[in-house]
């Protein structure tokens, strides 16, 4: 239950968020409790990493001795270490799934909280000096898999299959299993198929990223905010539609590689000075949702 204090506490981190610049320098003024001291451990999704350090380091003036100590090992550890308290919250770039669910409910009697962050639109991203302006879901699922769940004909390991102009063989690049976004890839993007043993496994999105923008033969994905003037990102053609990864997009439904960034928490175990619910609801607030913005994400309410 929250307390009369903890009101307060949000009533004036309310009023001091409408006027702070995000990103700015914190300034005695913006304390509003300097008495609460404690650490908030949260671990998981590597997508969701430079949001949440961002808006651990803008929650700091408002709370200079709290510390939100954030891990990146990806969304599959995150459950792991919120069932094994070895975590305060789990940052996933999917939605938990029922095993990590009942792992959690078999351990704690009831299943986490979740509270949801933003909507991230997953682009497709090719070299810049490739041609290609847009591909479709049959193409890419020809590309990354063997199985062509997804209506194709072919799988398609040449780019003189595509008929743009460009030649030579293409150079899939995926990320390992212990990313969120690589399962939701291969539900959205190739029908729930399995990945082709070619596909280049690597275990971060910069690795992705730069992989992409040295190599001229590459295709690989990559939330929407990460950014590299050697890469470009592919519009998706959707039956004869071509449909960019764009907020609007994202969020009217039209974009279908789009996901939620979710944190889970255990409500009946929160830390006794309310640190953990105190970071949650500044994600909520006004600065939160203006931060969340800057870092090319959609906020939800």
């Not at 200079?64 to 090992?73: F, L, S």
């Not at 890419?140 to 063989?169: H, M, P, Q, V």
Request: net charge positive; hydrophobic share 40%.
């Amino acid at each position: 239950m929250i307390t009369k204090l903890l009101f307060k506490h949000f009533a004036l981190l309310a009023g001091s968020l409408l006027s702070l610049s995000v990103y700015s320098n914190c300034n005695k003024s913006d304390i509003i409790n300097g008495s609460i001291k404690d650490t908030v451990i949260i671990e998981g999704s590597d997508s969701m990493a430079k949001l949440l350090k961002a808006a651990a380091a803008e929650f700091k003036c408002f709370y200079p001795n709290v510390t939100i100590q954030v891990g990146e090992k990806g969304s599959k550890h995150g459950p792991i270490a919120l069932t094994a308290q070895e975590a305060h919250i789990a940052a996933m770039s999917r939605v938990m799934n029922s095993d990590e669910t009942q792992a959690f409910i078999d351990q704690h009697k009831s299943p986490p909280t979740k509270f949801r962050v933003a909507i991230d639109p997953i682009k497709i991203i090719v070299n810049a000096s490739n041609p290609i302006d847009s591909i479709s879901i049959q193409e890419i699922d020809a590309i990354f898999s063997d199985e062509l769940k997804c209506g194709g004909t072919a799988t398609i390991r040449r780019w003189d299959d595509l008929n743009i102009g460009y030649s030579g063989n293409i150079n899939a690049v995926r990320r390992d299993s212990s990313s969120g976004t690589s399962g939701l890839f291969a539900k959205k993007a190739m029908c729930k198929g399995q990945y082709s043993t070619a596909a280049i496994e690597l275990f971060s999105f910069p690795e992705m990223v730069n992989s992409v923008a040295q190599d001229k033969l590459a295709i690989s994905y990559a939330p929407m905010h990460f950014k590299n003037s050697k890469i470009k990102a592919v519009s998706l053609n959707i039956n004869g539609q071509i449909v960019d990864a764009n907020a609007r997009s994202a969020v009217s439904g039209r974009y279908p590689l789009s996901r939620t960034y979710n944190l889970y928490y255990n409500k009946a175990n929160q830390l006794s000075s309310k640190a953990d619910t105190l970071f949650l609801r500044f994600l909520r607030s006004r600065a939160g949702h203006k931060l969340i913005k800057k870092s090319g994400l959609i906020p939800l309410t």
